[in-house]
């Protein structure tokens, strides 16, 4: 048996606040050993990061390690003097954290932020410092690694930060990297390089990983042990295949169902809820726990799941030949639909471009542009959805903002029902905004925390004249609320009282508040944990039958655009690469750049789990 790197026991971390003690981390045990990973995972609240920010000692004032012991390398580090603890961490244990925008010291240059950790740790000269610095950034595969040395965090992309920790984690050579959610912000092309440098990184140096993230199709990729938590409990431990072939417990079983996949047979996505209800009940102290009864998915479910709601709508069959996707009778499913020849679409998009200038100087003359949206053409009719996918920087944010005229574009025509949005002002612009309205990818980000539930969706029916006076907008912001599953008593909180799927829901009904034909998703799910994207996928198809609306759905993930949307556009470079049916597209894919990000997609199928479990047993024993 391998050497244990850390080894827990009966971990207990609570919060004290003043309405009483929440069990964050409440009795969980597990080991890590010598060149393995241990994959952590669970929603938001599962107590999975208190579970490495205990770990790290680096936990808030109101929290606190009640009892058990965390033994890294034999030492237990519990009772640790805070000095003692300051030198364990990044030489010992090291920890990636979420967002690296925010982790980052964004009035230093990164090469500064890694030397300073390897002059603390390992006593180098700046020189020595630097050029160690230089070699961890070509390690983790940033280019040209002596220029960039010197770049700024915010002259660096999302992934190229996130490859920067990578190199700050690793530079003090840890026995235990503890990797929070480190793949969560980035697209999946992006995604599987990083979990391919922490593979690479764990072999050739042998170290242990604590992997934490929400998405087991992650998991699959990288974990030899999986840890399922639930409301500060561990619920499931086991080997990967273990969890992914067998699984036990129903909340794992629910986490496993919701997640679209690239060939899921669902219209509809399970939920944890159809796997398990849970009951509050007292302790003997006072506070509560949660008890889970397993529920079952009948014939019945299933079948609705597969069944139920809207076929696909396509373009029109000549179009559909035209792209290179003929109709053929047979190979779709019964119910899809084309469009009737010679419908009119009701977004016409045509040669659509967005440049932004870049200036230089100190008269800012313009030295050239940044060409996010180069000539894009296509057409959405109505009642259809269409996806836009692709890489960050790819274009399709900025196409989704210019057809809402959120940016003015540099050229080209947008045509909503038959009206030039690009030559819209004042007034007439206001109007076309009540039919046009987009979600955005951060719901908090998006909501004002000053203003009420009720105050935000209001604000818009005032400001284009729907309802005759407050009490009538109130009445229907109730009905917004329980068209998008929140009880009307929620009205009178802030956004900050909310989880990330409910301040999602609060902000759909804030685009559903003006009544439009016409919504733009862009990222609208990305943030969220995969139970809850469910739960936002299914709300957003239900609506679209219920009121007959349009979507184009923005997404870096293929797997969610095909579950959604009938035609998708993949975009690279400011350009549309790639155009036609959805299943079409993921069925023969023409381009290598779809390939790539159909290969990119995290695979959770149990077979290439087996064969990877395999592959991996066969390298540790040479």
Same mark, same amino acid.
């Given at each position: 048996?391998?050497? $244990?790197?850390?080894?827990?026991?009966?971990?207990?971390?609570?919060?004290?606040?003043?309405?009483?003690?929440?069990?964050?981390?409440?009795?969980?045990?597990?080991?890590?050993?010598?060149?393995?990973?241990?994959?952590?995972?669970?929603?938001?609240?599962?107590?999975?990061?208190?579970?490495?920010?205990?770990?790290?000692?680096?936990?808030?004032?109101?929290?606190?390690?009640?009892?058990?012991?965390?033994?890294?390398?034999?030492?237990?580090?519990?009772?640790?003097?805070? !000095?003692?603890?300051?030198?364990?961490?990044?030489?010992?244990?090291?920890?990636?954290?979420?967002?690296?925008?925010?982790?980052?010291?964004?009035?230093?240059?990164?090469?500064?932020?890694?030397?300073?950790?390897?002059?603390?740790?390992?006593?180098?000269?700046?020189?020595?410092?630097?050029?160690?610095?230089?070699?961890?950034?070509?390690?983790?595969?940033?280019?040209?690694?002596?220029?960039?040395?010197?770049?700024?965090?915010?002259?660096?992309?999302?992934?190229?930060? =996130?490859?920067?920790?990578?190199?700050?984690?690793?530079?003090?050579?840890?026995?235990?990297?503890?990797?929070?959610?480190?793949?969560?912000?980035?697209?999946?092309?992006?995604?599987?390089?990083?979990?391919?440098?922490?593979?690479?990184?764990?072999?050739?140096?042998?170290?242990?990983?604590?992997?934490?993230?929400?998405?087991?199709?992650?998991?699959?990729?990288?974990?030899?042990?999986?840890?399922?938590?639930?409301?500060?409990?561990?619920?499931?431990?086991?080997?990967?295949?273990?969890?992914?072939?067998?699984?036990?417990?129903?909340?794992?079983?629910?986490?496993?169902?919701?997640?679209?996949?690239?060939?899921?047979?669902?219209?509809?996505?399970?939920?944890?809820?159809?796997?398990?209800?849970?009951?509050?009940?007292?302790? +003997?102290?006072?506070?509560?726990?949660?008890?889970?009864?397993?529920?079952?998915?009948?014939?019945?479910?299933?079948?609705?799941?597969?069944?139920?709601?809207?076929?696909?709508?396509?373009?029109?069959?000549?179009?559909?030949?035209?792209?290179?996707?003929?109709?053929?009778?047979?190979?779709?499913?019964?119910?899809?639909?084309?469009?009737?020849?010679?419908?009119?679409?009701?977004?016409?998009?045509?040669?659509?471009?967005?440049?932004? !200038?870049?200036?230089?100087?100190?008269?800012?003359?313009?030295?050239?542009?940044?060409?996010?949206?180069?000539?894009?053409?296509?057409?959405?009719?109505?009642?259809?959805?269409?996806?836009?996918?692709?890489?960050?920087?790819?274009?399709?944010?900025?196409?989704?903002? *210019?057809?809402?005229?959120?940016?003015?574009?540099?050229?080209?025509?947008?045509?909503?029902?038959?009206?030039?949005?690009?030559?819209?002002?004042?007034?007439?612009?206001?109007?076309?905004?009540?039919?046009?309205?987009?979600?955005?990818?951060?719901?908090?980000?998006?909501?004002?925390?000053?203003?009420?539930?009720? $105050?935000?969706?209001?604000?818009?029916?005032?400001?284009?004249?729907?309802?005759?006076?407050?009490?009538?907008?109130?009445?229907? *912001?109730?009905?917004?609320?329980?068209?998008?599953?929140?009880?009307?008593?929620?009205?009178?909180?802030?956004?900050?009282?909310?989880?990330?799927?409910?301040? =999602?829901?609060?902000?759909?009904?804030?685009?559903?508040?003006?009544?439009?034909?016409?919504?733009?998703?862009?990222? $609208?799910?990305?943030?969220?944990?995969? $139970?809850?994207?469910?739960?936002?996928?299914?709300?957003?198809?239900?609506?679209?039958?219920?009121?007959?609306?349009?979507?184009?759905?923005?997404?870096?993930?293929?797997?969610?655009?095909?579950?959604?949307?009938?035609?998708?556009?993949?975009?690279?470079?400011?350009?549309?690469?790639?155009?036609?049916?959805?299943?079409?597209?993921?069925?023969? +894919?023409?381009?290598?750049?779809?390939?790539?990000?159909?290969?990119?997609?995290?695979?959770?199928?149990?077979?290439?789990?087996?064969?990877?479990?395999?592959?991996?047993?066969?390298?540790?024993?040479?």
């Amino acid at each position: 048996m391998s050497n $244990s790197v850390i080894d827990i026991k009966n971990l207990r971390t609570y919060f004290h606040t003043e309405e009483g003690v929440v069990r964050a981390v409440d009795d969980i045990s597990f080991r890590v050993d010598e060149g393995r990973t241990l994959g952590i995972v669970g929603e938001s609240g599962s107590g999975k990061s208190v579970t490495s920010l205990s770990i790290m000692r680096l936990l808030a004032g109101s929290a606190r390690i009640e009892s058990g012991s965390i033994a890294l390398l034999g030492k237990d580090l519990v009772g640790l003097p805070e !000095p003692q603890m300051r030198s364990i961490r990044g030489s010992d244990v090291s920890m990636i954290f979420q967002e690296p925008m925010t982790s980052l010291n964004p009035v230093f240059t990164v090469g500064d932020q890694i030397i300073e950790a390897l002059r603390l740790h390992q006593k180098l000269s700046k020189s020595e410092a630097r050029r160690r610095t230089i070699e961890l950034l070509d390690e983790v595969g940033i280019p040209e690694p002596a220029v960039r040395v010197d770049s700024y965090p915010h002259q660096m992309s999302g992934g190229q930060k =996130q490859r920067v920790m990578i190199a700050m984690a690793l530079s003090c050579n840890p026995k235990l990297l503890i990797a929070d959610e480190p793949t969560t912000a980035l697209d999946v092309t992006i995604q599987a390089q990083i979990l391919e440098i922490l593979r690479r990184l764990r072999d050739t140096r042998g170290m242990s990983i604590l992997f934490i993230t929400h998405d087991l199709g992650v998991i699959a990729e990288i974990a030899d042990d999986v840890l399922v938590m639930f409301r500060g409990k561990m619920v499931e431990y086991g080997s990967v295949l273990e969890i992914f072939e067998n699984p036990q417990h129903p909340y794992t079983k629910g986490l496993l169902s919701c997640r679209p996949r690239l060939n899921t047979p669902y219209r509809l996505l399970p939920t944890v809820a159809d796997f398990m209800q849970t009951v509050q009940e007292p302790l +003997p102290d006072g506070s509560m726990t949660t008890r889970v009864i397993e529920t079952k998915l009948s014939e019945d479910d299933i079948r609705r799941m597969t069944s139920h709601g809207r076929g696909r709508l396509l373009h029109s069959k000549s179009e559909l030949a035209t792209l290179g996707h003929p109709w053929t009778d047979g190979l779709l499913a019964p119910d899809t639909q084309s469009v009737e020849e010679g419908t009119k679409p009701l977004l016409a998009v045509d040669d659509l471009r967005v440049h932004f !200038p870049i200036k230089r100087g100190v008269f800012s003359r313009v030295v050239g542009h940044v060409k996010a949206v180069d000539g894009v053409s296509f057409n959405v009719y109505r009642g259809q959805t269409l996806g836009l996918v692709g890489e960050s920087g790819c274009g399709k944010t900025t196409a989704g903002r *210019a057809i809402l005229r959120l940016v003015d574009p540099t050229s080209g025509s947008i045509r909503f029902d038959g009206i030039d949005v690009a030559s819209l002002q004042g007034a007439a612009l206001k109007k076309m905004r009540s039919r046009l309205q987009i979600i955005f990818q951060d719901p908090y980000g998006s909501l004002n925390p000053r203003m009420t539930i009720e $105050s935000t969706l209001i604000e818009p029916m005032a400001v284009h004249g729907l309802g005759t006076n407050r009490a009538d907008r109130r009445d229907r *912001a109730v009905e917004l609320l329980r068209e998008v599953d929140l009880p009307p008593d929620h009205l009178r909180r802030y956004p900050h009282e909310f989880s990330g799927g409910q301040r =999602q829901r609060i902000c759909i009904a804030r685009a559903l508040a003006v009544e439009p034909e016409f919504i733009v998703c862009d990222e $609208s799910v990305s943030a969220l944990d995969v $139970s809850v994207q469910a739960q936002v996928l299914n709300l957003l198809k239900a609506l679209q039958e219920k009121r007959g609306l349009t979507y184009i759905f923005i997404s870096h993930d293929l797997s969610v655009v095909k579950f959604m949307a009938d035609m998708m556009a993949v975009m690279n470079a400011g350009k549309i690469v790639e155009f036609g049916p959805s299943e079409a597209i993921y069925a023969d +894919p023409q381009q290598e750049y779809t390939r790539r990000l159909i290969a990119a997609t995290p695979d959770d199928d149990v077979q290439d789990i087996r064969r990877r479990v395999a592959a991996r047993q066969a390298a540790t024993a040479d």
